[in-house]
């Protein structure tokens, strides 16, 4: 191959894996979606095979496709990477990415606050706490099912559409508490039946439990346990 079509081969797949990444990140094609043949790809873009497979192959590379031998390419979950250095919020941290993020209230209501719920947020017997559940979404896709629990008393006027128009820490502003830092335990846990047929996995697979208290300065305002599918998100921890 001359020099010429080495550069007009570059040039052409470069752009088809644009063209590619952008079905993906937009949406268009879905994690664990079976992507088109090589043959119908060259067919569809007017390309050859070893130009329709640079970029197939750079794809792979990069994380945007995974292949089965004799089923075919398929799109992969985007795994989302979390530094653990900082207060964070997921998802901000997924909307910087470029990915839309959603919610579904699941229920909201006041109950007493027992056992481990009143113990993480230092609560007496008899208080009550606010009890959210949410499937969160990211690019329409189920992610994590999350359970927040918060002291009644801090946020008396505390409101499910208020939630749902400001977010719930953009809620906690609104009553002057700005949420400051936070501790986590992070596990690996089973699936239960619920959280799965949530989440579209199955009950054999795991899942990454992350249960954190968040402060106030000294005060303590939520508790929170959430179930992350494990193939859409990893901690990576800065040593000094």
Not at 79 to 95: D, G, H, M
Not at 162 to 185: C, D, H, V, W
């Amino acid at each position: 191959m001359s020099k010429n079509n080495d550069v007009q081969n570059n040039f052409k797949y470069t752009q088809l894996y644009d063209i590619l990444v952008e079905k993906i990140t937009s949406g268009e094609w879905k994690p664990h979606d079976k992507m088109p043949t090589e043959r119908e790809l060259c067919t569809r873009y007017a390309l050859s095979r070893i130009t329709v497979r640079d970029a197939l192959d750079l794809l792979t590379k990069d994380g945007y496709i995974y292949r089965k031998q004799g089923k075919g390419t398929f799109v992969s979950v985007r795994r989302i990477e979390q530094t653990l250095t900082k207060f964070y919020s997921l998802r901000e941290n997924i909307e910087a990415k470029g990915i839309t993020h959603s919610n579904k209230v699941l229920s909201f209501k006041q109950i007493p606050a027992v056992g481990k719920v009143m113990e993480n947020l230092k609560l007496n017997p008899g208080d009550m706490v606010y009890e959210l559940i949410r499937c969160l979404y990211a690019q329409d896709i189920p992610y994590a099912v999350e359970t927040s629990y918060i002291p009644v008393s801090i946020y008396p006027e505390m409101t499910l559409e208020k939630i749902k128009e400001n977010g719930l820490y953009k809620t906690m502003q609104s009553f002057n508490i700005i949420p400051e830092r936070a501790t986590e335990n992070i596990t690996a846990v089973p699936v239960s039946r619920e959280d799965a047929l949530l989440l579209g996995i199955k009950t054999s697979d795991t899942s990454i439990k992350i249960e954190r208290i968040t402060f106030s300065r000294n005060y303590i305002i939520e508790y929170t346990v959430a179930f992350i599918k494990s193939d859409f998100f990893s901690y990576r921890v800065e040593l000094n």
